[in-house]
């Protein structure tokens, strides 16, 4: 654990003292953003050392020609990647002509908060420049979530022991490159850049995807309180424009520069009216003024918190760690655009291109369901269904015909954009967390309608490749599945894994049920189904076959379900065996130990009993937990929180509590030794289940609402909110009793420890 320099503190991400080594780490910690723009929290000022400039843009992405020495059949020839956008938050600094770079000077005083009740990152030091000359600097900044398009800063220097001229060069940079890109490509067009007095935009383009978007910047000075009426000087580069203030000053004296700054981009606004919502954007801003801006900025967040907030006494590690996880996910996805999704980094760092991953069905969905409208979460299953056509033309290019659909493991618009083939061809359980979602949302929402209008069409598709996907079995008298790779990516290339074939016989049996309940409540919407889908009855009966027969691997000497056939024959040799110097194994093995190791990436046959624990009993839940957990290296950051969850149910507290800490805190302590490299947004809804569904103990199979809470020992008490069909219900659990409170006036009915009570 490599961050533990973040101070705990209840409401905010503190860093006290400057550190070098650091930079980076931090840049990822104190990310802003607001659901439609985000950004990692550079410096403002120049700094020469290493750093991840990153501005991101939900939705405007490039692809990126995949990278390989070899190719395959349907393989994908590109992979997203979410644009370094470019960099507005740029503010150059020189006293006396000297440029102020915190790599080559002497720091003091350095203090980093991002305040995550109020959603605003401050940054305060003291400066000495190589001549004596001492300055002090404060920043805050936020991204509005009241004008999305906007960014404000708020940045101030007082001269401290010398007088002479201040200069604030704010500026906008067109040529921000990807660091991830693959053949070092520049991925932007610069079409125009425009100087208007204080205003300056830079027009450009993404190469082949052809968005335009503008980035815009209005600057308004104040000296020691004054507001300063000037015209900066400009410069104008190839790829860049900058504009002047230089001031003079007397020791004492403070300049505060105020800028606000941010994107319009053609998926909302056609290319012509760009410059113009960007500048119409910026005087609304303007006219706010900063502190009006913030106000609103802090009003909005106590509205997230209001029904998000999940409360920890007695504990401020957790506290610090849960609030983050939340805060997180609360600035990556809104909800208010369904052509959006949430990027397992979000919008904090360039690893895994950005883009959708099964994350979002397996483990955000219940978080947004929880505590926004329903429309939240409903909107990332209409992502889903728009994207179908695209689903059947993946699996098409791998030789499934009829309408079969593979969601892809990785994409931007629709498209497999994966570019590891054993992942791209193999993973495909994917394609039941898409299903899993769709329940997940009818059976919480009690919105069945949604199956008839979009989800029918999508379970059709899926539950159509999955019989193309096995094989009948002669010798095992049974179907089977293979050549996949679970969850469990350490194990490539096998047969039977378990939870591919338990959630495929799943997706069957779910689609049969749902092809009898709307042919029979929904007649009419079937038949239009059936036309445009050319369904026939007799697949039915063949999906019923294929679920009653389906094949799963196991122990022949315990009652063991196996992750794959083969598991038995490796050397079972439990993780706390292994030198730490060897762990995380993924970082100092080669892949051809990792794939004939025993050792589990992430929850494998325990996520099938995460996602199915209705269909097994308690004892079967914790012979596999007992055997597989001891094998886990959790070197996923989707792994701990089902373990933690799976821990809470077997009433494994101890257990549930050091892995509830390892997910909630994976990035504030670095567990894994690469949070340089963003964040790991959507295990951040794992954390927020681990609370409610783990500790909480929540529950909502065959539509009843059910709660067994337990506590840590190291906590006092922990409360949180959940919205449920209309109502809204506070839990409460400390050691001596159990509160559960009806917020709304809908009646709610709901069992607490299996007792039936009417709320």
């Given at each position: 654990m490599n961050n533990i320099y973040i101070v705990p503190d209840e409401w905010s991400i503190i860093e006290n003292?400057?550190?070098?080594?650091?930079?980076?780490?931090?840049?990822?910690?104190?990310?802003?953003?607001?659901?439609?723009?985000?950004?990692?929290?550079?410096?403002?000022?120049?700094?020469?050392?290493?750093?991840?400039?990153?501005?991101?843009?939900?939705?405007?992405?490039?692809?990126?020609?995949?990278?390989?020495?070899?190719?395959?059949?349907?393989?994908?020839?590109?992979?997203?990647?979410?644009?370094?956008?470019?960099?507005?938050?740029?503010?150059?600094?020189?006293?006396?002509?000297?440029?102020?770079?915190?790599?080559?000077?002497?720091?003091?005083?350095?203090?980093?908060?991002?305040?995550?009740?109020?959603g605003w990152l401050k940054r305060s030091f003291i400066s000495e420049m190589p001549n004596g000359e001492r300055i002090s600097i404060e920043s805050t900044r936020f991204l509005s979530f009241d004008i999305k398009e906007i960014g404000?800063?708020?940045?101030?220097?007082?001269?401290?022991?010398?007088?002479?001229?201040?200069?604030?060069?704010?500026?906008?940079?067109?040529?921000?490159?990807?660091?991830?890109?693959?053949?070092?490509?520049?991925?932007?067009?610069?079409?125009?850049?425009?100087?208007?007095?204080?205003?300056?935009?830079?027009?450009?383009?993404?190469?082949?995807?052809?968005?335009?978007?503008?980035?815009?910047?209005?600057?308004?000075?104040?000296?020691?309180?004054?507001?300063?009426?000037?015209?900066?000087?400009?410069?104008?580069?190839?790829?860049?424009?900058?504009?002047?203030?230089?001031?003079?000053?007397?020791?004492?004296?403070?300049?505060?520069?105020?800028?606000?700054?941010?994107?319009?981009?053609?998926?909302?606004?056609?290319?012509?009216?760009?410059q113009q919502v960007m500048q119409e954007a910026l005087q609304k801003a303007a006219n706010y003024g900063f502190e009006k801006l913030l106000k609103l900025q802090i009003e909005y967040w106590e509205k997230i918190w209001e029904t998000s907030d999940i409360k920890i006494a007695g504990d401020i590690k957790a506290q610090q760690a849960i609030r983050f996880n939340i805060f997180q996910l609360n600035q990556t996805y809104t909800g208010k655009d369904a052509r959006l999704n949430i990027g397992p980094k979000g919008f904090t760092g360039e690893k895994y291109g950005g883009s959708t991953y099964w994350d979002t069905e397996a483990y955000c969905i219940p978080f947004y369901l929880s505590t926004k409208r329903k429309k939240v979460a409903k909107n990332l299953l209409i992502y889903r269904y728009n994207h179908l056509e695209k689903a059947i033309e993946n699996a098409a290019k791998l030789g499934f015909k009829n309408g079969a659909a593979l969601y892809p493991m990785v994409t931007m618009n629709g498209e497999e954009c994966h570019n590891e083939w054993e992942i791209t061809f193999e993973e495909i359980h994917r394609n039941g967390a898409i299903i899993y979602a769709i329940y997940n949302y009818v059976n919480y929402t009690g919105d069945y309608s949604y199956i008839p209008e979009y989800g029918l069409e999508v379970i059709i598709a899926v539950a159509r490749f999955w019989t193309q996907r096995v094989n009948y079995s002669e010798a095992k008298k049974a179907y089977v599945m293979l050549g996949v790779t679970g969850p469990n990516e350490y194990e490539n290339n096998v047969n039977n894994n378990w939870y591919t074939n338990y959630i495929a016989k799943w997706c069957l049996d779910y689609a049969a049920e749902n092809i009898k309940k709307v042919k029979k409540e929904y007649p009419d919407d079937f038949q239009s189904i059936v036309k445009k889908v050319n369904w026939q009855d007799k697949e039915l009966d063949k999906w019923v076959e294929i679920a009653q027969n389906m094949f799963f691997p196991q122990d022949k000497e315990r009652p063991l379900f196996l992750q794959q056939c083969g598991f038995l024959d490796k050397e079972i040799k439990p993780v706390d065996q292994l030198p730490a110097s060897e762990r995380p194994i993924n970082q100092n093995w080669s892949w051809d130990r990792i794939l004939r190791s025993c050792y589990i990436k992430q929850a494998d046959v325990l996520q099938g009993m995460y996602f199915f624990e209705n269909h097994f009993d308690t004892d079967t839940i914790k012979n596999h937990f007992d055997y597989y957990e001891p094998l886990t290296v959790h070197e996923s950051s989707l792994s701990p929180c089902v373990y933690s969850i799976v821990a809470s149910k077997i009433n494994n507290i101890d257990k549930a509590y050091e892995l509830y800490l390892r997910t909630a805190r994976l990035d504030l302590d670095d567990y894994n030794n690469e949070v340089d490299e963003g964040l790991h947004i959507t295990s951040m809804a794992g954390t927020w289940l681990s609370v409610v569904q783990g500790f909480g103990g929540m529950r909502n199979f065959n539509n009843e609402l059910s709660f067994k809470p337990i506590i840590p020992k190291e906590w006092t008490s922990y409360a949180f909110k959940v919205k449920y069909r209309g109502a809204i219900l506070e839990i409460y659990k400390s050691h001596k009793e159990v509160k559960i409170t009806n917020l709304s006036d809908k009646k709610i009915t709901l069992f607490l420890n299996g007792e039936k009570i009417n709320l």
């Open positions: 003292g400057f550190d070098k080594e650091k930079v980076s780490a931090s840049e990822s910690l104190f990310s802003i953003g607001n659901g439609y723009m985000g950004q990692r929290a550079n410096f403002e000022e120049t700094y020469t050392g290493e750093s991840l400039q990153g501005s991101y843009i939900g939705g405007i992405y490039y692809p990126d020609k995949t990278r390989v020495g070899w190719w395959k059949n349907g393989y994908p020839e590109y992979f997203a990647k979410v644009l370094n956008a470019p960099n507005w938050i740029g503010i150059d600094v020189k006293i006396n002509g000297q440029v102020l770079d915190i790599n080559s000077c002497k720091v003091e005083n350095f203090y980093r908060e991002l305040n995550m009740k109020e404000a800063i708020q940045y101030q220097v007082e001269a401290l022991n010398f007088e002479g001229s201040i200069e604030l060069i704010p500026y906008l940079d067109g040529g921000i490159v990807n660091e991830d890109a693959n053949y070092d490509e520049f991925f932007w067009k610069i079409l125009d850049i425009k100087d208007q007095k204080d205003e300056a935009y830079i027009l450009s383009e993404t190469l082949k995807t052809k968005f335009e978007v503008c980035t815009g910047m209005k600057s308004i000075l104040y000296v020691n309180g004054e507001k300063q009426e000037l015209t900066p000087q400009s410069q104008v580069f190839e790829k860049k424009i900058k504009h002047h203030y230089k001031i003079d000053v007397k020791q004492g004296e403070q300049l505060s520069l105020y800028k606000y700054a941010g994107y319009t981009q053609t998926m909302n606004h056609s290319a012509g009216e760009l």
